[in-house]
Nanobody
Framework: QVQLVESGGGSVQAGDSLTLSCSLT????????IGWFRQAPGKQREGVSC????????VYADSVKGRFITSRDNAKNMVFLQMNSLKFEDTGIYYC??????????????????WGQGTQVTVSS
């Protein structure tokens, strides 16, 4: 059974950094693109980043470009989201998700079939 589990969330001050981890079970991690999404209270879920299995294609939302970095270690079945210079607007529940196929420029959540439970990130001004 394939599972994704996020960890690393917490409460920080604006300007701080956090690194989220997504641990995956099941075979063939290298064959799948992994996306990061977030959802703030009262708002729609937003695509944050997407990284392809071969690491040759990475997409970021404009709101995090230049501040967030996603990476993966397929040997350890893990994907990471390094978040720097955090802002209050980054607050939300962060999810990792898996898809079969390339990363679209818009990081469409409908492309992703399997989701983790989410981890809370709270940024205080």
């Amino acid at each position: 059974q394939v599972q994704l589990v996020e960890s690393g969330g917490g409460s920080v001050q604006a300007g701080d950094s956090l690194t989220l981890s997504c641990s995956l079970t099941g075979p063939g991690l290298e064959s799948y693109a992994i996306g990061w999404f977030r959802q703030a209270p009262g708002k729609q879920r937003e695509g944050v980043s997407c990284i392809r299995g071969n690491e040759r294609g990475i997409v970021y939302a404009d709101s995090v470009k230049g501040r967030f970095i996603t990476s993966r270690d397929n040997a350890k079945n893990m994907v990471f989201l390094q978040m720097n210079s955090l802002k209050f607007e980054d607050t939300g529940i962060y999810y990792c998700a898996r898809q079969w196929g390339p990363c679209s420029s818009s990081i469409k959540e409908t492309d992703f079939r399997i989701w983790g439970q989410g981890t809370q990130v709270t940024v205080s001004s």
